[in-house]
């Protein structure tokens, strides 16, 4: 992984500014060129898909087939968490649509029926702490990923299992800081969501059990438990880490503080391209979509090659071994501050 701050021509804000408003100009003719359909239909699409594929997913599991239950939990499972992270991720972002209107219903829809999560928290810690202050210590340095009382195999392969029971409980406890009315819309939702997968796997499924059910919700929805982990931890922590008084420049902060993973296919279709082989774009253009962060970024790699600014890209596989290996750096001690010389 090239991951050191190493080679960087200094520029001074000025230049750090100038740097950005080129590369925003000639991302925006790409956008401006683009269709509706490579804006955002290609991913409404997948959203739609994923939405259609519930039916015949529930239906699966009905079957005394033991491979066509394996396939319904292998649907539910992929649909589960496109529409969970790939979806919420989006409609966080406002990237779904123009529409101010749909923009909100969409963040519902996505963050608190399927995630079981809070669209106010959602948006406050990713887009406003972790896009704002990406890698700066205190604010948006993934340190809400840290687990320092569980050691590296626990965390690394048996934590994940937990997300599903956390992310709700974790919602609740956020809920103590917002309105009651917000508060009430948020718990109605989240229990719509959760009380609808439950009631379908009784009532169209032909679960027998409670119990049975409910193991069935917990498979489905932690079938990429384990990469949603890995991916959130593998593009920030273990790069540099900037202090809050003396953040660098937004195009610096990003080209050293995020780094790409190569294409995967199961997780560029239900995490999305932008949090997986575009994450270094997604940071710089948060506001597009996964299919156009991946068609500028041929552009984006070019431009901050050209301009002898870092790019990072590391395999899965390479991150996952580091971070076993060097996980008391990483996720138990305070990760050390980078200090950059004329780029603050």
């Known amino acids: 992984a090239r991951m050191e701050p190493a080679g960087i021509a200094p520029a001074g804000s000025g230049g750090a500014e100038a740097l950005l408003g080129e590369l925003e100009a000639r991302v925006q003719d790409v956008v401006r060129a683009s269709s509706w359909w490579e804006r955002h239909g290609v991913d409404c699409a997948i959203l739609a898909l994923s939405l259609l594929a519930l039916p015949p997913g529930f239906l699966c599991l009905r079957s005394e087939n033991p491979l066509l239950f394996a396939l319904g939990i292998a649907m539910l499972g992929v649909c589960h968490y496109t529409l969970t992270v790939k979806g919420s991720h989006l409609a966080t972002h406002g990237a779904l649509t123009e529409s101010k209107r749909w923009s909100k219903i ?65 919602a609740v406890e956020r809920l103590r800081e917002v309105e009651l009315r917000t508060a009430l819309r948020t718990l109605g939702l989240i229990s719509l969501g959760l009380y609808s997968h439950y009631w379908v796997l009784l009532n169209v499924s032909g679960f027998q059990s409670p119990g049975s059910a409910l193991a069935c919700m917990l498979i489905t929805r932690s079938l990429l438990a384990h990469p949603y982990l890995h ?114």
């Open 231 to 344: 991916v959130n931890i593998f593009q920030h922590i273990g790069l540099p880490m900037f202090s809050r008084d003396k953040k660098p420049r937004r195009i610096h902060m990003m080209s050293l503080g995020v780094l790409n993973l190569p294409r995967l296919p199961v997780l560029d279709w239900a995490f999305g391209h932008s949090l997986i082989s575009c994450h270094v774009e997604h940071h710089l253009f948060p506001r597009l979509s996964d299919n156009m962060c991946l068609k500028v970024k041929p552009l984006v790699s070019q431009f901050l090659h050209e301009k002898q600014l870092p790019y990072n890209e590391d395999s899965y596989l390479a991150r996952f071994r580091l971070f076993l290996h060097r996980y008391e750096e990483f996720l138990v001690q305070t990760p050390p501050i980078t200090e950059l010389v004329g780029l603050q």
């Open 106 to 170: 969409w963040l519902l829809f996505f963050v608190e029926v399927c995630t079981s999560f809070t669209a106010e928290y959602a948006k406050y810690g990713h887009v406003k702490m972790h896009h704002g202050y990406t890698n700066v210590l205190g604010l948006g340095d993934s340190s809400t990923w840290r687990l320092p009382c569980l050691n590296r195999y626990v965390y690394m392969l048996l934590a994940p299992l937990l997300i599903p029971v956390l992310t709700p409980l974790v």
